[in-house]
């Protein structure tokens, strides 16, 4: 089983669509929870990070996380086609991040 | 504020052939570097990190190596490339332990 899995879609919603992306993880002990946007040809840019269970929100992105079920959540208010990126989530603990594949995203007008 | 700059952005080498990837940072001291591979579906995998001038931690075995003669300078080597060698390198940095700042990326060719 793999560490951090994320679907890799891609996934392609119309403009104004509210967009959820996922992420499992397996160990119990990681602590941090990060998301980030990548458009293509790149480097990933950090989008939102969390440290605990619950909701973040930062303007139209809000991270969830649920330590109980290991699962954690980015969800798109409003999506515009400028989100279309691949959207990566990261978890760690101590000294390490651990990457998913990544979501292609596709947001059409 | 702090940048990070990472060249070339894309390269094209022969098998056996040697390599170099130069990556910087300014803005900040004593970062943590970091460089790591992506390769299609199978995303962001770490290869070397730093915390400190000459501190080099490998996360996997490997045809590459890492080295940070500054503290703001972090090196990819090779001294003979593989076909399997071919990916998207990135850079990044730290300060806190977690939150890293990518560079723009190399991408990598081996032919």
């Known amino acids: 089983q793999k560490e951090v899995e994320q679907d890799p879609g891609p996934l392609s919603v119309p403009e104004g669509a509210i967009v959820s992306l996922n992420c499992t993880y397996s160990n119990s002990a990681f602590q941090y929870f990060m998301w980030y946007r990548q458009y293509s040809r790149k480097g990933p840019e950090l989008l939102m990070y969390?440290?605990?269970?619950g909701n973040k929100e930062d303007g139209r992105f809000t991270a969830q996380v649920d330590k109980s079920s290991k699962y954690i959540s980015l969800f798109i208010r409003d999506s515009q086609p400028s989100d279309s990126a691949t959207y990566l989530c990261a978890i760690g603990e101590t000294d390490k991040l651990i990457f998913g594949t990544g979501t292609r995203l596709q947001v059409f007008p | 504020s702090q940048t990070i700059h990472q060249w070339p952005a894309t390269l094209v080498q022969p098998v056996g052939s040697p390599l170099s990837l130069e990556c910087t940072v300014e803005?900040?001291?004593?970062?943590?570097l970091y460089w790591y591979r992506q390769a299609a579906g199978r995303g962001l995998q770490l290869l070397f990190y730093?915390?400190?001038?000459?501190?080099i931690s490998s996360e996997v075995p490997q045809n590459l190596s890492a080295s940070r003669p500054q503290d703001r300078q972090f090196i990819l080597s090779s001294k003979k490339l593989l076909l399997s060698d071919s990916g998207f390198y990135l850079c990044a940095w730290s300060r806190q332990v977690l939150e890293a700042f990518f560079g723009q990326g190399t991408r990598l060719t081996v032919v």
């Open positions: 969390t440290y605990s269970s």
């Open positions: 803005g900040t001291s004593n970062p943590n």
């Open positions: 730093s915390v400190g001038i000459g501190q």
